[in-house]
């Protein structure tokens, strides 16, 4: 069946470092992929998406990269920020259908 | 413009006991989907709203509805609760343009406790 899944489950960085946090997905048929942060206490936060027919696609301080040929979907964070501390998933869906669905979840710890 | 909003925030019930959850969408979203988030399964899709229409549906026993007004509110209902249920559930509302879904956006949620 479908899978979206993460290869880590805790990342810890120093403040300022670039992070990388990947993911793996299994459906070939997926054409969206997004990035979700989560805080404590919070619902999940939208961070950037990227459809399948893109490679990269680059935010604030944040760059999407999309390999469809291995199904892997990474996120990098530049000069990461105490602020970043949080569990971030990816998430993906096919077509109009509003369903996505989640990896497990990473925690990224910012050492100061 | 206000985000998704979702009442009540936290919720203590007993077994058997029933629950609504509501979710208030960001004004002009019309589709609303629900999440549950346990630590063991993560983040798993209930079900969606359109135009209050169900247009698809997670893997959850039938105990699990929701429903949709015209406004675009929604509400799920958990009946015969279980331990099993206590998580945290999550709304999500998105604006559809010409049969393309755009981004969701996640309200806070509401942590369920099953006693």
């Known amino acids: 069946g479908e899978s979206v899944g993460l290869h880590l489950p805790t990342l810890s960085v120093q403040e300022g470092d670039n992070s990388i946090i990947n993911c793996a997905y299994s459906?070939?048929?997926?054409?969206?992929f997004i990035w979700y942060k989560q805080e404590s206490g919070k619902g999940p936060q939208f961070i950037i998406d990227?459809?399948?027919?893109?490679d990269k696609r680059q935010g604030q301080r944040v760059t999407v990269l999309l390999n469809k040929t291995v199904k892997h979907l990474s996120l990098q964070i530049a000069a990461t920020q105490p602020g970043d501390s949080a569990v971030y998933f990816c998430?993906?869906?096919?077509?109009?259908?509003?369903?996505?669905?989640f990896g497990k979840g990473i925690t990224l710890s910012v050492r100061p | 413009k206000a985000g998704v909003t979702q009442t009540p925030r936290y919720l203590i019930k007993t077994r058997g006991q029933q629950v609504t959850l509501s979710c208030s969408p960001i004004?002009?979203?019309?589709?609303v989907s629900w999440y549950q988030q346990t630590p063991g399964q993560g983040l798993q899709f209930l079900f969606e709203?359109?135009?209050?229409?169900?247009?698809n549906k997670g893997n959850f026993p039938g105990r699990f509805s929701g429903r949709q007004f015209s406004n675009s509110r929604s509400e799920m209902n958990v009946s015969t609760l279980e331990l099993g249920d206590s998580a945290l559930y999550l709304c999500?509302?998105?604006?559809?343009?010409?049969?393309?879904?755009?981004?969701?956006?996640f309200g806070p949620g509401t942590r369920l406790t099953v006693l």
């Open positions: 999500a509302s998105s604006f559809r343009a010409g049969g393309v879904e755009n981004e969701q956006f």
């Open positions: 990227i459809r399948s027919n893109m």
């Open positions: 004004s002009g979203h019309r589709s």
């Open positions: 709203y359109f135009s209050e229409t169900q247009r």
């Open positions: 459906n070939s048929a997926s054409d969206y």
């Open positions: 998430a993906e869906k096919t077509g109009a259908n509003s369903k996505l669905t």
